[in-house]
């Protein structure tokens, strides 16, 4: 038989050991840094040309549209210019302007980009255009400037031409082998200027 004294000891030593076992292997909540937001941008336009890089020289490659929320994954001039990105998949660089774009975070956040270098300018004093054939068939294409010069090329089914002309009033004729009949609009040119023209059934 254990007096009452030992049993008096056994039993504090189990009451230390049961105290010392919750402070030592009892499970500590580890602080987990909160995760850092993805940068979005919010389109506040009713559209938005999305640009191959960081300026108005780059060609149009998409646009964006109202309330539409995409991923920011670079920025370009504190945020003159923004990279963005549409289900994981490169987009292109919208302007950055508040009146434009409202980010979700700050700019200081987000990493700077890089782009391939800007297209070269237009030819000193002429306009230049790009027309892009989605038409499905190749077009004629003829231009009479109001001061009698004219010009004439053909765009092949899904091609595209830059043309550079000088400034001035011009009347553009579109036609193709494939339809009858012709379409003629005015077109004035400025010097300087870039512009692309897709042409599209609607």
Do not use: H
Request: hydrophobic fraction near 45%.
């Amino acid at each position: 038989m254990f007096s009452n004294r030992a049993l008096w000891a056994v039993a504090s030593l189990a009451l230390v050991w049961l105290i010392l076992g919750n402070v030592l292997f009892s499970p500590v909540a580890v602080a987990r840094p909160a995760s850092q937001a993805t940068p979005t941008a919010t389109i506040l336009v009713d559209r938005l040309n999305v640009r191959s890089g960081p300026a108005t020289t780059y060609k149009v490659v998409a646009s964006a549209v109202k309330g539409e929320k995409l991923a920011v994954t670079g920025q370009s001039g504190q945020c003159a210019w923004l990279k963005l990105s549409r289900g994981g998949k490169a987009l292109g660089w919208v302007s950055g302007n508040k009146a434009y774009v409202q980010l979700n975070i700050a700019c200081a956040k987000i990493p700077a980009a890089t782009a391939a270098a800007a297209p070269a300018a237009a030819p000193a004093g002429q306009g230049c255009g790009t027309v892009i054939n989605q038409l499905g068939f190749d077009v004629n294409i003829s231009l009479l400037r109001s001061d009698g010069w004219k010009d004439a090329f053909t765009i092949a089914n899904g091609a595209e031409k830059e043309y550079c002309v000088d400034p001035g009033s011009y009347t553009a004729t579109i036609s193709s082998p494939a339809r009858p009949g012709a379409m003629s609009f005015p077109l004035t040119v400025q010097g300087g200027e870039r512009f692309r023209i897709p042409l599209s059934l609607p």
